[in-house]
């Protein structure tokens, strides 16, 4: 019988590629912002309902895992790190509220590696214990994405818990490993990026393009020459940052506002596209993402990394296929 999940915080629906990869079967979705909501749909053929705040317990179906990738910013270095002074913060308590109400046999949750550090250890020492208390026994581990396959320097903190009732011991729970293995890339930025785009939409402008040829070096000039695909962020007069690796710099949600704030190939002074985003998540050819729209950028930069998910969602599923 396949897994019934919910996808919380869904956003362009990450979780949910990657426990369909499994079998699993979602039986409710939910996401605030209005946009992101139009893309699932575009992609999975479902509105998802909206402020979970406001949605009931009783009103969900019922199911067996809880997807959410709640609020980061809270957490962020990029942010003001208030965590949860913040009433975004918040929403884990909301994740929470219907883990108490619905009893499901498991959750998956994901956040930025911050929360692990934030307010000096005391919010994640919060969030676990209340995971204990709920009946839970649950497991985190941060992981780059770098490390495990996909071209990202991506560090963001997994979460997987099992209730208690489902499990022999807690020795059972722990020595079952949830996560992948370190890994060599599975694709490169030449893999997913184009060389050759016949779109002027995605051009820099010309003083972007000319701050970054000031702070261009031998080793950038190599990989230019090699033919590898070289990335440019934060291009400002007085520096700019270049992804000499091959890796791709951590894609945030700062990229729909526009400006340099979305990496610049190089090798022929254009931006990504929202597609090529979408590759650096490990998101798969058939998803479908509007061109030319600041928000699909936010969407993309708020989103998950797809093959890490679906690693540790198969993970979990054989773990729970007989629970």
Not at 31 to 58: H, L, V, W
Not at 248 to 261: E, H, I, Q, R
Not at 275 to 304: A, H, T
Request: charged share 25%; net charge neutral.
């Amino acid at each position: 019988m396949a897994l019934k999940f919910i996808d919380l915080f869904c956003g362009l629906g990450g979780f949910r590629i990657a426990f369909e990869a499994s079998g699993g079967k979602c039986v409710f979705s939910s996401d605030i912002d209005k946009a992101a909501r139009e893309t699932y749909k575009n992609n999975f053929g479902e509105e998802p309902s909206g402020d979970i705040t406001k949605i009931e317990a009783k009103d969900i179906p019922d199911f067996d895992v809880v997807c959410a990738g709640f609020p980061c910013q809270p957490f962020s270095l990029a942010g003001k790190r208030k965590g949860f002074e913040d009433t975004r913060g918040t929403l884990f308590f909301d994740v929470l509220r219907i883990i108490k109400e619905k009893n499901p046999k498991a959750f998956f949750l994901e956040n930025v590696a911050g929360l692990t550090n934030h307010d000096g250890g005391k919010t994640i020492q919060v969030i676990m214990d209340n995971l204990d208390e709920a009946g839970y026994y649950a497991t985190y581990k941060l992981l780059n994405a770098k490390e495990y396959g996909v071209p990202q320097n991506r560090n963001r903190w997994y979460c997987v818990g099992i209730r208690k009732d489902l499990v022999s011991s807690e020795d059972e729970f722990t020595s079952y490993n949830f996560y992948p293995e370190k890994c060599d890339l599975k694709y490169t930025l030449n893999d997913v990026v184009k060389l050759n785009l016949d779109d002027d939409s995605y051009n820099s402008s010309e003083i972007a393009q000319n701050n970054i040829k000031k702070h261009l070096d031998d080793k950038c000039n190599e990989m230019l020459s090699d033919g590898k695909i070289l990335l440019a962020n934060n291009v400002r007069p007085s520096r700019t940052f270049f992804a000499k690796t091959g890796v791709s710099p951590c894609l945030t949600a700062k990229m729909g506002t526009g400006g340099n704030n979305v990496p610049i190939v190089v090798n022929t002074m254009r931006k990504l596209t929202e597609q090529e985003c979408l590759r650096i998540m490990g998101f798969p050819e058939w998803y479908k993402i509007r061109k030319n729209y600041s928000q699909s950028y936010k969407q993309v930069g708020n989103s998950v990394i797809v093959p890490i998910l679906t690693e540790i969602a198969a993970r979990m599923t054989k773990f729970l296929e007989d629970k």
